[in-house]
């Protein structure tokens, strides 16, 4: 599967913005997905995920409660709906897929990756 985020940009702090992934391939409903960035000079954090049917939801301690992890099988995207953006919610944030993931929060485990969306948060 092919992913390709889209969505981000530079925003204000408190605002919201909804990141979209597009994926390539019918075979999309049978994979989890995930959200995952990666801030200046520091590691890939993971952020969401969603299993294969969208009835469940784990979030990173850091977005829970502001960010809403989605998906739209019939039209092979996801989404990652952001509420009261932080300074520090400020990277470069991947959508990530794979059939059957153990640990999630692991990025080893993810599979397939996109390129990446700039979300910028000033104060």
């Known amino acids: 599967v092919q992913l390709v985020e889209s969505g981000g940009g530079s925003v204000q702090a408190g605002a919201s913005l909804t990141l979209s992934c597009k994926a390539s391939?019918?075979?999309?409903?049978?994979?989890?997905m995930a959200w995952f960035r990666q801030a200046a000079g520091k590691d890939r954090e993971f952020v969401a995920r969603?299993?294969?049917?969208?009835?469940?939801?784990m979030y990173g301690n850091s977005v829970k409660g502001r960010f809403t992890i989605s998906r739209e099988n019939s039209r092979l995207m996801g989404y990652l709906q952001m509420n009261d953006l932080r300074p520090e919610d400020a990277a470069v944030y991947y959508c990530?897929?794979?059939?059957?993931?153990?640990?999630?929060?692991?990025?080893?485990?993810?599979?397939?990756w996109g390129q990446g969306t700039q979300v910028t948060v000033s104060a």
């Open positions: 990530a897929a794979q059939g059957s993931v153990v640990d999630p929060q692991n990025r080893n485990n993810w599979g397939y």
């Open positions: 391939g019918r075979s999309f409903r049978y994979y989890s």
């Open positions: 969603i299993d294969q049917i969208g009835g469940g939801t």
